[in-house]
């Protein structure tokens, strides 16, 4: 068994802690926090061990009555991989740590990157982070890319890619974040979400823009990518890429119009957290035009990389291989089995002349 250390335990922690925990071979050794709020109370409730992020907020939890078993430090000497999700710039400080016991890292896509030896996805790039001593998950939109241009780029060769990020002003519990009534260029000019798209698929030509919406439910991304060797019609595009577990199509057939109709999916099914995991492809909306295929897909940014962390742990230890890993992934989760399309799964029938 894989003894999983998981330190910063909020929007990313809790749903990694939950998802090693549903794994044949790994446990969570703990999770490290820093504040003692109900989500370490709630933690404690299911007798998952509590660390606290230093001696001082030892002292917080303990007059707060949540008994921790130490700090961050006794954890990952407890643990044989540690996955940090801790807000964006301390797993740079962390990562000392980690290094100093020789602890397997896994940070997140918050991270600059050259935080970790290889930024990494399950799709694009799994062999890289084959026994590297640190590996950082990308981000929640350049997951979703990457998992949609992996497949592309072998089956039809990408030539270019363009993507429009809408992304949600901020998570649920981002009261501080914005805009409340905008929508803005964010940046204004290309996303840096390209050049971390190239970190795991380098030789992709890719270019990204970003656009900040009041909202916290999902990214919605319109990506147009031109093909080198473009199969004869759209339904050849959609089978390849309904062969991919971690893309569900969804359907205005199925009264999903929207990401407010995916959130309600979420809440109806059920996952933890509403949560969903796979890109949610929107099925009418991929057209091919000569090379160029256009479509739309909304990223549920809580939790699409949780899986991308549970591969990248294996990854790491080397206990299986890509496919491996991905299977048993999907499998313990229950990625791809949400019904969500009358042809969600691979059964999309040949027409003549598909390539
Ligand atoms: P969060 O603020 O929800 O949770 C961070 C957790 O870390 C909290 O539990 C906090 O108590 C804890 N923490 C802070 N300092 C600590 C320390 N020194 N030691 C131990 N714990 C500490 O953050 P999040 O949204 O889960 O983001 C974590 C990482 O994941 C970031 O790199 C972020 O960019 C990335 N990410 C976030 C999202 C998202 O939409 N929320 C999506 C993908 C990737």
């Known amino acids: 068994m894989i003894r999983v250390g998981v330190v910063g335990y909020g929007t990313i922690g809790k749903r990694v802690a939950a998802a090693v925990g549903r794994q044949s071979d790994m446990v969570v050794a703990g999770v490290a926090k820093r504040s003692p709020d109900y989500a370490a109370a709630l933690a404690r409730e299911t007798a998952t061990p509590i660390y606290a992020s230093d001696e001082d907020a030892v002292a917080a939890f303990e007059s707060a009555g949540i008994r921790t078993e ?14 940090d999700a801790t807000p964006a710039g301390v797993g740079a400080e962390n990562r000392e740590l980690y290094a100093e016991t020789g602890t397997p890292a896994v940070l997140q896509g918050g991270e600059d990157a050259d935080v970790a030896d290889v930024s990494f996805n399950a799709r694009a790039n799994y062999e890289a982070a084959a026994g590297a001593d640190s590996v950082r998950v990308l981000s929640c939109n350049c997951t979703g890319l990457a998992r949609l241009l992996a497949p592309l780029d072998e089956a039809y060769g ?3 890619a363009r993507a429009t990020l809408v992304r949600r002003g901020g998570d649920p519990g981002q009261t501080d974040r914005g805009p409340i009534n905008d929508i803005l260029p964010d940046p204004m000019g290309e996303s840096h979400h390209a050049a971390d798209v190239r970190e795991v698929l380098p ?3 890719i270019r990204t823009h ?8 999902m990214h919605l991304q319109t990506v147009r990518v031109r093909l080198d060797d473009p199969p004869a019609n759209a339904r050849s595009v959609r089978r390849t890429l309904a062969a991919e577990p ?6 205005g057939e199925f009264g999903i119009e929207g990401c407010g109709d995916l959130m309600d999916v979420g809440r109806d099914s059920e996952r933890p957290r509403t949560d969903l995991w796979e890109n949610c492809v929107f099925e009418e909306s991929i057209e091919l035009a000569g090379n160029e295929c256009t479509l739309f897909q909304a990223i549920d940014q809580e939790s699409d990389v949780v899986p991308e962390n549970i591969d990248a742990i294996r990854a790491v230890t080397g206990v299986a291989d890509a496919g ?5 992934t999907d499998r313990a989760l229950g990625v791809g089995s949400l ?3 009358p042809a969600h799964t691979a059964e999309v029938a040949p027409v003549d ?3």
């Open 210 to 217: 970003g656009v900040k919406v009041p909202t916290t439910v």
């Open 70 to 83: 130490g700090t961050v430090a006794d954890l990952v000497d407890r643990a044989d991989v540690v996955v």
């Open 203 to 205: 030789d992709v030509d």
């Open 158 to 160: 990408v030539r270019s």
């Open 353 to 355: 002349g598909d390539a």
């Open 246 to 251: 971690r893309l569900m199509f969804v359907t």
């Open 339 to 341: 019904p969500t399309s």
């Open 324 to 328: 491996e890993s991905r299977h048993m």
